[in-house]
């Protein structure tokens, strides 16, 4: 499989999760908050109630993003170690 596939792909895998997980906690940070009551830094936000919908998702949605990425950087075995041999040199490998 060609590099780009495989790059389009771990990039899916990071922002489709994200996508999904900021539209599960928008809506429900935002049922048990109305837009207007919320301040920031102690001042109230001057703007549409859909302006602080969209903000709050694409917060939200970065959140998502550093924790998929996160996972994915985790998951990723280091260099030189391939799927193939991930149980050579295990003792518990001829199990």
Not at 17 to 32: G, K, T
Request: hydrophobic share 55%; net charge negative.
């Amino acid at each position: 499989m060609p590099t780009r596939w495989l790059t389009a792909r771990r990039v899916m895998w990071i922002v489709w999760p994200a996508f999904l997980a900021a539209a599960v906690a928008e809506l429900v940070f935002f049922s048990l908050f109305d837009p207007f009551d919320l301040h920031f830094f102690g001042a109230p936000l001057e703007m549409s109630r859909e302006s602080i919908y969209a903000m709050g998702f694409f917060g939200f949605w970065g959140l998502g993003i550093a924790s998929s990425a996160l996972t994915l950087f985790l998951e990723t075995p280091p260099y030189g170690d391939t799927v193939g041999n991930a149980t050579a040199g295990r003792d518990d490998a001829a199990l």
